[in-house]
């Protein structure tokens, strides 16, 4: 029997007058067959609206994403939007969509609920990237945007993501205030709305294309460091390069022909945007087999560069070829690594490097990237997970400082998820610019007679020997939140003194900012610790100088751990092995951990 709170969720879905017939018989039918347990899914809480937007399964259900959840968060940022004033409605707001199932859907539901509420809505004539999305509210001088993406989830998943006036995910004060107005709604009949067409006659709905497409182009071109080395070996370079069925298609071939890379091979399988991904298990480029195709193609046409991105192209992989022949995957930490060097290494070589350089990265991110940042004079600023925060460090550098002269100069940024911000004219993570950058670096490493693996190898040998795990473990539903908060607690509450045999030294907790001293029980207070907002990470150090740090996923129903391992780099081979099989016996301890 259905939970009463559940019950009459269902009753309220199926009694709401703002809710269509059609959406009403897919929950009939559910209940019709007896499905509690997916009516319990879909109906045990509303799909949150959190720090950074929604993100859900697409169906009926206030669980779920659909044009009634969908509407529900525009009609509070348009409401939050409104509260600024009559300049910031008519600044307007700009919205982009991805591949995904109904992205086109929700996202004309967005422009019509900011027409609906007299806000002006800018929506791109077809799919576009996510970076483009942040270019653009700057371009266009918009209060704020929005993209309909679920980036690299399952087909079935998708979202809705929020961005502010400087083209960064919204933060605070923002949003917290435009969550209080989601909740302020007041139901679905509470949306306002008006029909596009109308909205288009009235000039509150404005539609969008090419002209910023050129744009952001341009931008991306005007950040290249070496044109010589490009137009050189551009001319004779084979890239392959895949979209996944996602965005990419729509600018990154351009962007790196324009880069002066002549050869460009899509892999025509994947070309086509298409929201069921159907030549992948999964769209992530941090997942092995979702390059395969792409890498089978290289092969065969001799390249020795390929570049995958995820379905928004806001994440972007690569594969390389070894001395050997074959081809190596480059983790996201490697790939940050190298173009941390790459543009540090070009800037001081042009006399270009800032005396307040600063590079950013979040603190499940390799050390590598950092410590090679570091050997340059660059500051290292560590945030939190998410890219929302380096962009907001961005923008305090820029209040901090003067008109046109911010108080550090951001070089770099990069997290270990595939995401990488070359440039400033984007405030998230850009697969775009990066693709183009990620080209230029293997030019001029043709120049020099080598590959990008073998650049990697000359960053261990000098820094040392870094590599990086990952593991993360699903735990869906109602039962799985409360499995992933009982683990966490017991984290917090009595931290390992072990972990795989490793004796821990010390736990940062990022919820308090106190770093308790595992072996003696003594406690920093913050901001001693870390000096970071509240969030429910903890970072072990281990006595070996290897980090495990835990995480709950903000956007789907997982706990992440990190782990970060250093090895000596004079021995490469012997390197790889020790921190490998250090990384595999702690997965096993945190699995074990998991399941108790």
């Known amino acids: 029997m259905l939970e009463s709170t559940v019950s009459t969720a ?94 086109d859907v929700f996202s004309q539901r967005v422009a019509c609920v900011m ?49 502010w006036t400087d083209g960064g995910q919204v933060v605070s004060p923002h949003d917290e205030a435009i969550i209080n107005e989601v909740r302020n709604v007041g139901g679905f009949a509470g949306v306002r709305a008006m029909a596009l067409e109308q909205a288009r006659s009235e000039g509150l709905a404005k539609i969008i294309g090419r002209e910023v497409d050129e744009a952001f182009l341009d931008a991306v071109q005007a950040s290249c460091l070496n044109p010589d080395a490009c137009r050189k070996q551009g001319a004779k370079m084979k890239v392959v390069y895949t979209s996944i069925h996602g965005t990419g298609g729509e600018l990154i071939p351009e962007a790196l022909r324009r880069r002066g890379f002549e050869r460009v091979i899509e ?21 092995a087999p979702a390059l395969n195709m792409a890498i089978e193609l290289a092969r065969r046409e001799g390249a020795d560069l390929v570049i995958g991105t995820d379905p928004d192209a806001d994440r972007v992989g690569i594969a ?24 540090c290494e070009q800037l001081a070589k042009n006399g270009k490097f800032p005396n307040n350089a600063a590079m950013i990265t979040t603190i499940v991110s390799g050390d590598l990237m950092k410590d090679i940042a570091r050997s340059y004079g660059a500051e290292v600023i560590e945030v939190l997970t998410g ?55 293997a030019a001029v490493a043709a120049e020099q007679g080598k590959g990008i693996y073998e650049l990697l190898q000359d960053l261990f040998r000098r820094f040392g020997y870094y590599q990086e795990g990952a593991k993360s473990i699903v735990m869906k539903g109602k039962e799985g939140a409360a499995q992933i908060k009982a ?49 429910n990470v903890l970072v072990f150090a281990l006595e070996d100088g290897t980090k495990v740090i835990a995480r709950p996923s903000g956007t789907e129903p997982k706990i992440k751990f990190y782990i970060l391992v250093k090895e000596p780099g004079d021995n490469l081979d ?23």
């Open 10 to 103: 269902v009753e309220g879905w199926l009694d709401d007058p703002a809710i269509a017939d059609e959406d009403k018989q897919e929950i009939r039918d559910l209940r019709a067959a007896s499905d509690e347990k997916e009516l319990t899914d879909r109906f045990y809480r509303e799909l949150e609206f959190g720090t950074g937007g929604l993100r859900g399964v697409i169906g009926a259900g206030t669980n779920r994403m659909n044009v009634y959840t969908v509407g529900a968060a525009a009609q509070g940022l348009a409401s939050y939007v409104a509260r600024q004033g009559e300049a910031s409605k008519k600044a307007g707001v700009v919205i982009a969509y991805d591949c995904r199932r109904k992205s």
């Open 115 to 163: 027409a609906g509420n007299g806000i002006t809505a800018y929506l791109f004539d077809r799919l576009r990237p996510t970076p483009e999305l942040s270019f653009a509210i700057r371009h266009l001088g918009c209060i704020a945007g929005v993209v309909v993406t679920a980036s690299h989830n399952p087909p079935e998943y998708n979202g809705f993501k929020a961005y």
């Open 267 to 287: 892999v025509p399988e994947q070309a086509k945007p298409d929201g069921e991904f159907p030549t992948v298990k999964s769209p992530n480029p941090e997942e």
């Open 320 to 343: 390389v070829r070894r001395p050997d022949g074959e081809f190596e995957l480059v983790s996201g930490n490697r790939i940050g690594a190298l173009l941390c060097h790459y543009i």
């Open 387 to 441: 890219f929302k925060w380096i962009g907001d460090m961005i923008r305090r550098f820029e209040l901090e400082g003067t008109p046109g002269q911010p108080s550090k100069t951001y070089i770099f940024g990069a997290e270990e998820s595939y995401g990488y911000m070359p440039c400033i004219f984007t405030r998230d993570k850009d697969a775009v610019t990066s693709s183009a950058f990620i080209a230029e670096l």
């Open 487 to 535: 683990l966490m607690e017991s984290l917090r509450g009595d931290p390992p003194k072990m972990i795989a045999g490793l004796p821990a030294a010390t736990c940062a907790d990022i919820m308090t900012g106190e770093t308790r001293d595992i072996r003696t029980g003594s406690v920093q207070p913050a901001p001693v610790g870390y000096d970071l907002p509240a969030s």
């Open 574 to 596: 012997a390197a790889r092995a020790a921190a490998t099989s250090k990384i595999d016996a702690i997965i096993t301890d945190l699995v074990q951990r998991s399941e108790a």
